[in-house]
């Protein structure tokens, strides 16, 4: 039976260094090829970056990467904060990005399956914007069942890399983005790793790039402005979603494994049997800063992490043989 690798991005802003040196023993050294990705968040751009066989682009860029070339504005202007005063739903504009999204992502050149997960605002739901390779075409799934929209590659390349710019939109922080009648954001809102987007396209093996510890920082005492107040308040928000995904994952894998040691198939909410999968996550051993530091010494340290926490998990890998939990 052949062997059907999906990977699962999670979000974490500037934390998404610790990817790039995951990624740099996964892709390079062990030349692990994967048939579907999906991601959320910075998670969304590492995604689409590999499918385009572009992971050399994505970690010189990731490198290169300073505050000024992602967002621009100040939490302490008075213009700004005037305009907050006045409505303004968000602090920083994300126009840099935008761009280089528009320059380094092209879906038309996906040589696999990508999902991308983002909410909509409006409705509360999380779509998910899946390109068909085989197909060459995108469906916009919401809320994993009811099929939004199907549109030609044509079609959609500005629509999907709209998708890419929202699942990357953290609420307050950067705008909402504007499609038709839905006003979408990052997709860590509803789930900050895309395992369940993933998982019901029954791969055989799941790696799972994490870019955070499950321990949230100690951060230093003090006054904290609107900013950091929100920032910390999501960061903890989405650190106990990312503990409930993977322990609800693992919790399934596992007894489904050894219902089906016992003959027993476990079936889903939707009637379809439960699969057993390898599974491999990578995750950051210690704390990986803040959100937004984009500093060269703050990344430096994420890049190694990611590279040694990468190579433990190979290791492992290749002592078990057939690896994975």
């Known amino acids: ?16 260094m610790v990817q790039v040196g995951n990624l740099e023993v996964v892709l390079q050294e062990h030349n692990v090829q994967f048939d579907i990705v999906g991601g959320i968040s910075v998670g969304a751009l590492a995604a689409a970056m590999v499918a385009q066989n572009k992971f050399n ?101 500005n629509a999907y890399r709209l998708a890419v710019l929202a699942s990357t939109a953290i609420p307050v922080t950067f705008p909402p983005v504007e499609m038709g009648e839905n006003l979408l954001v990052d997709g860590g809102v509803h789930m900050i790793s895309p395992l369940g987007n993933l998982i019901d396209e029954e791969p055989t093996e799941v790696y799972v790039f994490n870019c955070e510890s499950q321990h949230p920082q100690t951060i230093s005492p003090g006054k904290k402005n609107i900013l950091q107040v929100g ?57 990986m800063g803040d959100t937004l530091d984009f500093s060269e010494r703050t990344q430096q340290m994420r890049y190694d992490h990611g590279i040694e926490i990468a190579k433990e998990v190979m290791k492992k890998k290749r002592r078990s043989g057939r690896g994975g939990k």
Do not use: C
């Open 231 to 287: 920032s910390r308040s999501l960061e903890l928000l989405l650190n106990r979603i990312v503990i409930s995904d993977i322990r609800e994952f693992k919790r399934i894998n596992k007894n489904v494994k050894e219902a089906g040691n016992a003959g027993v198939i476990l079936h889903n909410e939707k009637g379809k049997p439960y699969k057993h999968y390898r599974s491999f996550l990578f995750e950051p051993a210690i704390e």
């Open 57 to 157: 682009r994505y970690k010189d860029l990731f490198f290169s990467l300073r505050e000024h070339d992602i967002f621009t504005g100040s939490m302490t202007s008075p213009v700004n904060l005037m305009r907050i005063a006045f409505g303004r739903n968000h602090i920083y504009n994300n126009s840099p990005l935008w761009e280089l999204i528009q320059q380094e992502i092209d879906p038309r050149e996906f040589a696999i399956d990508v999902k991308i997960g983002v909410v909509d605002l409006i409705s509360g739901k999380f779509l998910s914007y899946d390109y068909r390779h085989e197909k060459r075409e995108v469906e916009v799934i919401v809320d994993g069942s009811e099929v939004l929209r199907v549109a030609s590659v044509d079609d959609f390349v």
């Open 1 to 16: 039976m052949p062997v059907k690798r999906a990977a699962a991005f999670s979000g974490g802003g500037a934390k998404g």
